[in-house]
């Protein structure tokens, strides 16, 4: 048990690393993508624009997160 | 060769080449310290496994996932690796994350195999072999998954994995000459410049990749086609370059 938990650990390490949140806002953003897709909410190239846009915000919060949490470290 | 190839071979051959040096500088200080025989067979070993991870995971991928789901599944775990390498460079850039030094890691390998107790199995010194093993394989593992990925979206894994074995050829040649860490490859430079291809593919190929859910399931068309992959790359690196002023002003200043 205890191999098969690290084998977990690090494979999760490995894709997610250090900030959960990258990966967390990417699926989240490609599911409400897929979403809006299935309901044709608008068309496919606006919709690529708009997922586009919403990853380089969740990359940019993650940034700045871990940025200013390091720039403020005592 | 089209203009996903070109990435696909950039990205591989500069990922590869990081990779490469970081594992060579381990295996060059177990060689120096500890024998090379054990540090040379722990290489192969290593080298061996990766290529079983590596026929074994992109065959499993290829022959068990229908294209469409493939494209998708792929190219979200290929943006989600490549935002944490750019997040990591973007740091680094700031400085406030430590820039990676090869001459310092070999100072380090180097104390840590004159210190370790000889322990001899299959006639080989065991602590060399396992810290070589170890550094190839872990090292190697992010190589593979960038050729698995980038060769699987370009449907092209040849060309990733032709781009990965010129990057390791150069190293060992380079390595093999110098005889000393490449501590001057400007390794955080170009993990900055693998950040933003795994971040401008992983991009385009995911959300092409949400095809899969519409009833004809064929790829979601992005504006401008295969034009859409430049324009992407020139919004990253726009980006990061702004986050890179932005965290600087932010960092503690030093005396």
Redesign the interface.
């Known amino acids: 048990m205890r191999y098969v938990k690290a084998f977990g650990r690090f494979w999760f390490d490995f894709v997610v690393g250090e900030d959960w949140r990258i990966a967390a806002g990417v699926v989240a953003v490609l599911a409400v993508g897929a979403l809006a897709l299935r309901a044709e909410l608008v068309s496919d190239s606006l919709l690529a624009v708009l997922l586009a846009a919403a990853i380089v915000v969740v990359a940019l919060v993650s940034v700045r997160s871990a940025g200013y949490g390091e720039a403020t470290r005592p | 060769m089209t203009s996903a190839q070109a990435g696909l071979l950039s990205a591989v051959f500069l990922a590869s080449a990081v990779e490469f040096v970081e594992a060579f500088t381990i295996v060059l200080a177990m060689g120096v310290t500890r024998g090379w025989r054990s540090a040379l067979w722990g290489t192969v070993a290593g080298v061996a496994a990766l290529a079983l991870v590596t026929a074994v995971a992109g065959y499993a991928l290829v022959e068990w996932i229908p294209e469409s789901a493939l494209q998708?599944a792929v190219g979200?775990?290929l943006?989600?690796?490549g935002?944490?390498w750019?997040?990591?460079a973007?740091?680094r850039a700031?400085g406030?994350?430590d820039l990676h030094d090869e001459d310092e890691a070999f100072r380090t390998e180097s104390a840590a195999g004159l210190s370790a107790r000889p322990q001899q199995r299959l006639g080989l010194d065991w602590f060399a072999f396992v810290v070589s093993f170890k550094a190839v394989l872990l090292e190697g593992?992010?190589v593979v998954?960038i050729v698995i990925t980038f060769g699987v979206n370009a449907d092209s894994i040849p060309l990733a994995s032709a781009g990965a074995a010129a990057a390791g050829v150069l190293v060992l040649v380079s390595g093999a000459i110098l005889h000393r860490p490449l501590a001057r490859v400007p390794e955080n430079t170009i993990k900055f410049a693998v950040g933003l291809l795994l971040?401008t593919f992983g991009?385009f190929w995911?959300?092409?990749g949400?095809?899969v859910?519409?009833d004809s399931r064929d790829s979601?068309?992005?504006?401008g086609g295969d034009l859409?992959i430049l324009a992407?790359l020139v919004?990253?690196c726009t980006?990061s370059w702004l986050?890179v002023l932005?965290?600087r002003r932010?960092?503690?200043q030093e005396a």
């Not at chain 2, 979601?220 to 504006?223: C, E, T």
């Open positions: 998708l979200t775990l943006l989600i690796f935002l944490q750019l997040r990591k973007i740091l700031a406030l994350k593992l992010e998954f971040a991009t995911s959300i092409e949400l095809g859910v519409t979601l068309d992005w504006p859409a992407l919004i990253w980006v986050a932005e965290l932010a960092a503690p």
